[in-house]
Each structure stands twice: as structure tokens, then as C-alpha cells.
């Protein structure tokens, strides 16, 4: 089993759509997650970090369950510029707390 | 403020040929990541540094792969020698305690070994 593991997609919604990912984990020591976004041929960028009560940013929704050890991303009103891969980051603490990426969810948003 | 620097962008070489990429990571930022991508295995982790030290390389693939961090603001990943199979995108990203881990990455150097 993967560390961190997203369906790659490509999802396929229309502008407007609302379209969520979720992204499970294997270790449950991890501490931190994240999301981040990634352009064609551009290097990652931070979104957002993602708290144990949730945490939106905008039309961005970050949701965490420990118990079941997954995170969430759900994006509203869905816009052109959102098309991008959209990686789930998880920090390993008892692994010296390196950073594992998911393979990354693509996302495509059609007019 | 500068980001992590990253060199070459781009390389073009041959087989058997020595590649050194290099990394000036954030200033004040003590951990420095290595990480690779290509399409079929994603971001991979090679290695990373605190503080200067390695503290996890379980993920460079094999011998022919190295990293040093001499100082805190420089590090290289050598490939001696390099293969076809080597090529990919190659992220240098630093992070600082303060910011939670969050890490930031350089554009990448895009390797092709012909």
C-alpha cells in the first residue's frame, strides 16, 4: 500500500461545478497535512493546510478524519483557473518527519 | 525575497555522463528537500537535509546517486553515471521550522539523459 494515496483522476467538471478529492493515509502518527497545487510543467505551490476542525480558504474546503485517516479537498463554484494536479502532502513524523506526496489528482474545468 | 534557486533548468546529456544539479535553498530555512517526478511514479522523495544533515536518503534510488549540503545555503545531487532512466524533473524545496512545515520549491531542473 502506498503511504499516500489519491485517485489520479482527470476529473472533468464544468465551470461552476463543485468537485471534492479525498486522499488517504497509512500512517497514523502523521501530524501536518497539506494540499498543493501544480500547473503544467510549474513546480508545486502551497493551497492550503489542512487542521484537524477543518479550515476553508474561499471557495476552498480542507476536512481531515483521523479516524479514518483521509483528508478532503471540496472546491465550489469551480472556475477555468482551477484546472491544475492537486497533490495530497502528508508529514510523517516517526519517519524523521519527511514529506510524502500523493500521486496528485488532475483536475480539468470546461466552460 | 529570492525563493529556492535552482541550476541548470534544463540539461541535455548522454549516457555515462555526470550530472550535478544544485540548490540554494530560502534563506533561514534549515530543511532541504530533494525530490523527483516523472509521470509514472509521481513526486518522490530522494533525500533531505536538517540543519545541513542527512537525515533520511532511503530514497535515492541507488549508488550512482548522491546529495551533500556543505553549508545552509548550498546542496547538489550528482548522478555518476547517468541513464536514460534518470530522466525526469528533479524539485529542490527548503522549509523553515516557523512556517509549519510548509515547504516551498524551487522551478526544478528537467533532466534528459539520451
Known amino acids: 500500500r502506498k503511504e499516500v494515496e489519491q485517485d489520479p483522476g482527470p476529473f472533468n467538471v464544468p465551470e461552476g461545478a463543485t468537485v471534492a478529492f479525498n486522499c488517504t493515509y497509512s500512517?497514523?502518527?502523521?501530524?501536518?497535512f497539506f494540499w498543493y497545487r501544480q500547473d503544467c510543467r510549474k513546480e508545486p505551490k502551497l493551497l492550503m493546510s489542512v487542521y484537524s476542525s477543518g479550515n476553508e480558504d474561499g471557495r476552498f474546503t480542507a476536512q481531515l478524519n483521523r479516524a479514518s485517516q483521509y483528508i478532503s479537498l471540496l472546491i465550489r463554484d469551480s472556475k477555468l483557473s482551477d484546472s491544475a494536479t492537486y497533490l495530497c502532502v502528508v508529514n510523517f513524523y516517526n519517519q524523521g518527519g519527511k514529506l510524502i506526496f500523493g500521486q496528485g489528482t488532475e483536475l480539468s474545468v470546461k466552460p | 525575497d529570492a525563493g529556492v534557486i535552482q541550476s541548470p533548468r534544463h540539461e541535455v546529456t548522454e549516457m555515462g555522463q555526470e550530472v550535478t544539479l544544485r540548490c540554494k535553498p530560502i534563506s533561514g530555512h534549515n530543511s532541504l528537500f530533494w525530490y523527483r517526478q516523472t509521470m509514472m511514479r509521481g513526486l518522490e522523495l530522494l533525500i533531505y537535509f536538517n540543519n545541513n544533515v542527512p537525515i533520511d536518503d532511503s530514497g535515492m534510488p541507488e549508488d550512482r546517486f548522491s546529495a551533500k549540503m556543505p553549508n545552509a545555503s548550498f546542496s547538489t545531487l550528482k548522478i555518476q553515471p547517468s541513464e536514460p532512466r534518470d530522466s525526469a524533473v528533479y524539485f529542490c524545496a527548503s522549509s523553515a521550522q516557523a512556517s509549519g512545515n510548509t515547504i516551498y520549491f524551487g522551478e526544478g531542473s528537467w533532466l534528459t539523459v539520451v
Open positions: 500512517n497514523s502518527a502523521s501530524q501536518s
